[in-house]
């Protein structure tokens, strides 16, 4: 009796990996059209990466903004939210194109990737803080400038050390070294009405270089000293979009003049 339970038993098992087999053998993709703010964070605006949260409205947040709130209830509509495993295991399986697929990429990624993929993806267009420019592809920032701008000027200054820079009024920009340490391009956006907005980004062409450095622009007018600083220096490697300086010094064409407008920086 206990042999044949038990051959019953392995009969029965037999059958049912016989099964799993069979429906993992018929799985098969399928491709759907989403509309991509679907997938986006109702907090941020990001696309979601799991984990996911989901409260009892449906608003569906990332785990940035969750651990933002510092709260279990749901920052759009205050009702309680719970993980959402569904959403993680749909997310974790879809691929998508690159949106540079039009440039050349022919790369299907992972969705959950799709962010730090389009970062590096040698195929986005870059854009160029300098009056003038036109997208490219492929190269950092500052392999761009060394190559196709040539004529812009080199200064070095010393680090803790409010520096001149003898600028040019149709100057567009100065490259500025810190030693060897890092190399900062002063960018002048003469697109400002009757002015020019004057900003600072720290040069990098690999992740690994990013550093912490302080700065100061300051520029002597007609009417006084101006001046902005900041406790960091913005990072770029490639801009993927068009440039927006985080803080820039504002001066007006009235007071600005190539002889009484000096410009000074200080990194630090």
């Known amino acids: 009796m206990d042999k044949k339970a038990g051959a019953e038993r392995v009969s029965a098992e037999e059958n049912c990996s016989g ?37 009892a409205n449906g608003h569906i947040t990332c785990l940035k903004c969750c651990a933002d709130l510092k709260q279990r209830s749901c920052g759009l509509c205050a009702s309680e939210r719970t993980g959402c495993h569904v959403w993680g295991r ?10 540079f697929k039009e440039h050349g990429c022919t790369e299907t990624i992972p969705f959950t990737e799709k962010l730090a993929h389009e970062e590096s993806c040698l195929h986005a267009p870059c854009h160029c803080p300098i009056a003038g420019s036109r997208p490219y592809r492929g190269r950092s920032l500052r392999d761009h400038i060394n190559m196709e701008h040539a004529t812009i000027q080199y200064t070095r200054v010393t680090a803790s050390s409010l520096s001149p820079l003898s600028m040019r009024n149709d100057e567009p920009a100065r490259l500025v070294s810190l030693g060897s340490r890092a190399v900062f391009l002063l960018v002048v956006d003469r697109s400002i009405p009757s002015g020019r907005a004057l900003s600072v980004i720290h040069l990098v ?46 001066v007006s064409d009235i007071v600005w003049s190539p002889q009484d407008s000096p410009v000074y920086l200080e990194l630090k």
Request: hydrophobic content about 35%; glycine content about 8%; proline content about 8%.
């Open 90 to 99: 749909i997310l974790g399986g879809l691929t998508m194109p690159c949106s």
């Open 205 to 250: 062409s690999d992740p690994i270089e990013k550093e912490d450095f302080k700065y100061k622009i300051e520029v002597h007018t007609r009417i006084g000293i101006l001046s902005v600083s900041g406790s960091k220096t913005p990072s770029v490697g490639r801009l993927t979009t068009t440039y927006q300086a985080g803080a820039s010094l504002l």
């Open 19 to 55: 099964k799993k087999a069979k429906v993992t053998a018929e799985v098969t993709k399928i491709t759907l059209n989403v509309n991509p703010k679907l997938l986006e964070c109702s907090g941020c605006c990001s696309p979601l990466v799991p984990p996911i949260f989901q409260c």
